[in-house]
DNA sequence: CATCGTAATGTATATATGGGTATAACGATG
DNA sequence: CATCGTTATACCCATATATACATTACGATG
């Protein structure tokens, strides 16, 4: 299986506000509750981790990840209940639209030369 | 407005087959009858313009644009019958895709900061 | 209060991307 | 058969993008 076909972002001032990029890496902020370790484990430099982070932090009226530096393991970051909303949202824009032009995208993909 | 919120691309071995540059740019060559013209038109280099042609005539199993060198005004380049079916199929799932999942769209954009 | 792992930020470097320019090939037309 | 505008391609360079590396801040915990 071909790793998602189709493609969405999302725009915001001419910038991507949301993309798929951005997903994955909230879920695996989610799931690890830690920048840096979502960062390895996509094998992103921490750097563009946190800058996309940052990115999203500013470009919402609310924020996405909160995190906390210091403590007993140094700190973490959590993906809040609007980031949350944002993933799950963004799921299922995929979804319906896949769906929606199922027809068309079929029309499209049944001519790509297969690799 | 904003130029189109939804941004939609189509994934071919990890590149993009189609998205919304090249979709403008081959409108631009039915228009126009040319990649330079169409270039120009858009206030792109000849050359980007036509790698995008050439990316897409390598990704599909048949021509989206046929050219020709030479003659009395140069030649030119025509989008063929495939190309216009595939311009017309982008479209259709740009507007299907903004449809099926306007619910949620609208949940994500109205947290955007307005700019 | 020293330690630890992470957040946050700075700086330099490598790589990718696209533009600019030049040049050759092409072929209908006058 | 010279001209013309376009396709097609090569080469170099500027800029943008991302990586690598370094440093500081943080604060709970032992």
Redesign the interface.
């Known amino acids: 299986m ?13 910038n ?3 993309g798929p990029g951005k997903i994955e890496l909230l879920q695996h902020i989610a799931q690890q509750g830690s920048i840096s370790a979502a960062a390895k484990q996509m094998r992103m430099s921490y750097r563009r981790a946190w800058e996309l982070v940052d990115v999203m932090n ?5 924020a996405v990840v909160v995190s906390t530096a210091g403590g007993s393991h140094g700190g973490g970051a959590q993906v809040t209940e ?1 980031g949350q ?2 993933i799950d ?2 799921q ?2 995929l979804q ?2 896949a ?3 199922a027809d ?2 079929h ?3 049944r ?3 297969k ?1």
Chains 1, 2 share one sequence.
């Open positions: 071909q790793a998602s076909l189709l493609r969405i972002r999302i725009n915001h001032a001419g991507t506000a949301l500013r470009c919402f009226d609310q609007f909303a944002l949202a963004y299922q824009i319906k639209s769906q929606a032009a068309e995208l029309l499209i993909t001519h790509l030369k690799d």
